[in-house]
């Protein structure tokens, strides 16, 4: 029975998690996580891809499935939903500031280098680290960089 919790102690268990891509920023705050279902016989957690295809949903699926088990709730149903398709504007502005700070180049219009906030940038790839960043290079400190792709 998982009566006694509330959806907000699930969406707080779920921040837990950090994305297995970027650990710098958790599912919630990627915007992943799209609902969280709560009654007397389960939880359900409904996700969303950030692409078709992200190799990272299965383990986002059994990090969820896992980390919650570890807080005794063993009833789970991880529900993936591809519409209305994820968007880069799910990503929260924390994340966003959390990414940069990490070396990672967030979705924006204007594209500044993460390590010296130069916006002299050229982009070298359009396939960086994983399918959702491309490769750019600033060209005043010449440092390498990830940017994550709007969509």
């Keep these: 029975m998982v009566t006694f919790l509330s ?9 837990e998690i ?9 599912i919630i705050e990627l915007g ?4 969280v279902k709560v009654d007397d016989a389960q939880v359900e957690v409904i996700i969303t891809p950030t692409y078709s295809g992200c190799p990272a949903m299965k383990m986002i699926e059994d990090n969820i499935y896992l980390h919650l088990k570890s807080k005794n709730i063993d009833n789970v149903k991880v529900t993936t939903i ?8 799910w990503i929260t502005e924390e994340a966003k500031e ?3 700070k990490y070396g990672i180049a967030p979705p924006q219009k204007e594209i500044a280098c993460p390590q010296c906030a130069s916006q002299n940038v050229e982009c070298i790839s359009q396939f960086g680290s994983t399918p959702c960043k491309a ?3 600033c060209k005043d ?10 969509h």
């Design 141 to 150: 400190c010449r440092e390498p960089f990830d940017y994550f792709k709007c």
């Design 18 to 26: 950090p994305d297995p891509e970027i650990p710098a920023i958790n």
């Design 98 to 100: 959390k990414l940069n």
């Design 32 to 35: 992943v996580v799209r609902d």
């Design 135 to 137: 490769q750019y290079r």
């Design 7 to 15: 959806k907000d102690q699930i969406w707080n268990y779920l921040s």
């Design 82 to 89: 591809l519409s209305p398709a994820w968007t880069t504007d």
